[in-house]
């Protein structure tokens, strides 16, 4: 098995499998770089990171958006979908942003904006979706024992 040397700045030196690697031939939205891989602390935690293997220092917090959103929806045309080549909707891993803040109760998502990943290979595309806002709040429901809690 073929491995790639990941050095980052948040997570030290990590050993990523080759085949785990996202390839981003049309990159993401304002970053740099067009390899990453996602990365959790536990296999089922609600945010994982979206790490650059070309950056060190550039690791984004990542959801399923239907974790805090279940109504959610991804609308692209057919002519986006070709482009891309998402072929199984099925077959296809959606994650969304996440804006962190001090306050749980302000951290947001970026639901206009999703990522896209069809294998190994990843896109950012525009929801054509009518309510999927850039800045929607994940915890915008919690009560002060909510927020004690996490």
Not at 20 to 46: K, Q, T
Not at 105 to 111: G, I, K, P, R, V
Request: net charge negative; aromatic share 8%; hydrophobic share 45%.
């Amino acid at each position: 098995m073929s491995v790639v040397t990941l050095h980052s700045t948040r997570f030290g030196r990590l050993e990523i499998p080759r085949e785990a690697v996202i390839d981003f031939p049309a990159g993401l939205i304002g970053l740099g770089g067009d390899r990453y891989a996602l990365l959790a602390r536990e296999e089922d935690s609600a945010f994982i990171w979206l790490h650059s293997l070309e950056d060190p220092e550039l690791a984004i917090p990542v959801t399923n958006p239907w974790r805090f959103f279940p109504t959610y929806e991804v609308e692209l045309s057919d002519d986006e979908a070709d482009r891309i080549g998402i072929e199984d909707s099925e077959a296809t891993s959606v994650y969304v942003t996440v804006r962190a803040a001090e306050a749980l109760e302000d951290f947001c998502a970026n639901l206009a904006a999703p990522i896209l990943i069809s294998g190994t290979v990843g896109h950012q595309i525009i929801n054509q979706a009518p309510d999927a806002p850039v800045r929607a709040p994940l915890f915008a429901g919690l009560t002060d024992q909510d927020v004690k809690a996490a």
